[in-house]
């Protein structure tokens, strides 16, 4: 269930782990400008403040239109379950491999859970983590700002990790 809340009230503290689409955002803001924010933002409850997870591109098209309150829907006041619940969403909320690689990236550190609890808890297969972390473990942080800023193409990125990978296990 969606409820207003104060947009400045929201922590952004996931925003890096969200990819930027500025064209996206663009369309997006013309659509908010005339038919208001349709879909609520999504995050969690953390000491009483909202901790966004999804619904940045939202949010910033909210700034930029000087809406103070935005709609916003909570999952729950557990945020590794909330995390969970975001890398199983459905279709609406698909992440991007990128993304899932950093919320998964922040499960094992915050939580200290293994590949294999990781796994487990997504119902997915320890090599679907694996190449998760392993994408995002082996990015340099200047790499990642760039990537998730929108500013490099991702799809040319993941190609010339793949290029990589092939080539070593070729020449290995």
């Known amino acids: ?22 064209a996206v955002e663009a369309r997006l803001l013309g659509s908010i400008a005339q038919r208001g924010i349709e879909e609520p933002l999504e995050g969690v409850e953390v000491q009483g403040r909202g901790v966004l997870l999804n619904g940045f591109k939202r949010y910033r098209c909210a700034r930029k239109l ?8 909570s999952l729950g006041q557990d945020e590794a379950a909330a995390i969970l619940g975001l890398l199983r969403g459905s279709k609406e909320r698909a992440l991007s491999i990128l993304e899932q690689a950093a919320f998964i990236d922040e499960l094992r550190n915050t939580q200290s859970w293994s590949v294999a609890q990781i796994a487990a808890e997504l119902a997915r297969s320890k090599a679907w983590v694996s190449v998760r972390l ?16 929108g500013t490099f193409p991702v799809y040319s990125y993941l190609g010339m990790q793949l290029t990589l990978v092939i080539f070593r296990h070729i020449f290995a």
């Open 66 to 73: 000087r809406l103070a309150t935005v709609p916003y829907s």
């Open 1 to 22: 269930m969606a409820t207003e809340v104060e947009r400045d009230s929201l922590d952004l503290r996931y925003e890096g782990f969200r990819l930027k689409a500025p």
């Open 134 to 149: 392993g994408l995002i473990g082996q990015m340099s942080e200047t790499v990642r700002r760039q990537l998730f800023a």
